[in-house]
């Protein structure tokens, strides 16, 4: 583990084979310089060249294992799949579609770790603990998420509302079924999760906005 | 401040004449107790007699600062207002109760320190880093509050499902607001983010609800 913090990146790169190449100290130090990258200098000033420079390695060796500095910072954000597979499934499905984005976003913290209840506590530590943290899941949901939430809309009136209301029902349901623990959210299938919440989420897609001031 | 630890409780409790009386050490002290308390041994578990040991102070010194468990959780989670105060306005209001509720909410959390955020990030970071704080606010809001929001519904149908319906809508708004800072939400006045949220918050306590498996 520790070599891999003597490794300067003199190597060419190899085929991508996949997440996991031969050289998991590499890509730890990747990921460990990238975490302290966004920590002090927040995700949109935190460049690849830099994370490449914390972790002694060259900056094309990132792409080897990245494919770029959103999916550096899902990875820093403990998140198991890539928020943008949630939103081009938001895109892709018409009615009801409230129902789909609740059952993929839990979806995402549940697959692969038994206990999906850490990898969400994961990312809300992180996020209570460094503005620029926070700063930074904002930046990303921004340029990353909401444009296809935007597209799968019929339509995009006050889309900024919208982005909000989704939010607030997306990470108020993770929060009470992961941090605090309320039966019957905690315990529930995703499938019933799903189907109770989706008509709130539907609500804050497509439903009347109150008239703003 | 210190010298408070050597204080052994041996002086009869003085009238009370609110929070903050002669010896703020004491109320300190009492507070810190109290934390390690909650946090090693759960909000159940955890005893007015066990805390007072903590805090090297007599148990009916405790009474002097604080009415009592609940008191001294709400105290210990950063939470200004207690939320039986709220709980105590949705009972006490009819229709559209739900804007209400959202405003004496995000009021707890703004009023009397100027960074509302940095409060909510206290439960945040409290409750994420310990499953004993999560679980004294799980009790604590079944013990405290929820039969308040019951008495208050005309319908009490599943109400448990109503409980994280409430939960996830406060949560989520907060967190959207406070931890993430999405605009509108993060910057808009109070009312307005109650006219906003408030038909959701209607939704969870008072709409028609999917048939349960």
């Known amino acids: 583990m520790s070599s891999s913090r003597q490794f300067t990146g003199g190597e060419p790169p190899s085929p991508r084979v996949g997440r996991r190449p031969g050289k998991p100290g590499t890509r730890e130090a990747i990921v460990a310089a990238a975490r302290a990258a966004f920590a002090q200098e927040g995700y949109e000033r935190a460049s690849l060249r830099g994370i490449a420079r914390r972790a002694h390695v060259d900056p094309a060796l990132i792409h080897h294992y990245f494919d770029g500095k959103p999916d550096l ?58 503005q620029q943290a926070s700063d930074g899941l904002r930046e990303f949901l921004n340029e990353r998420v909401w444009s296809f939430v935007d597209e799968g809309s019929a339509d995009t009136d006050q889309p900024a509302l919208r982005h909000c209301f989704v939010a607030s029902q997306l990470f108020g349901l993770a929060w009470t079924r992961y941090i605090l623990r309320v039966e019957p959210f905690a315990s529930a299938p995703v499938d019933e999760l799903a189907g109770w919440v989706g008509p709130f989420v539907d609500r804050a897609l497509d439903g009347t906005l109150p008239s703003s001031t």
């Open 73 to 130: 910072f899902v990875e820093v954000l403990h998140l198991a799949t890539d928020p943008r597979v949630i939103a081009a499934r938001v895109k892709a499905s018409g009615k009801g579609r409230g129902t789909d984005l609740v059952r993929a976003f839990l979806t995402m913290w549940e697959r692969s770790r038994p206990d999906g209840r850490s990898r969400f506590v994961g990312l809300v530590e992180a996020v209570a603990a460094s």
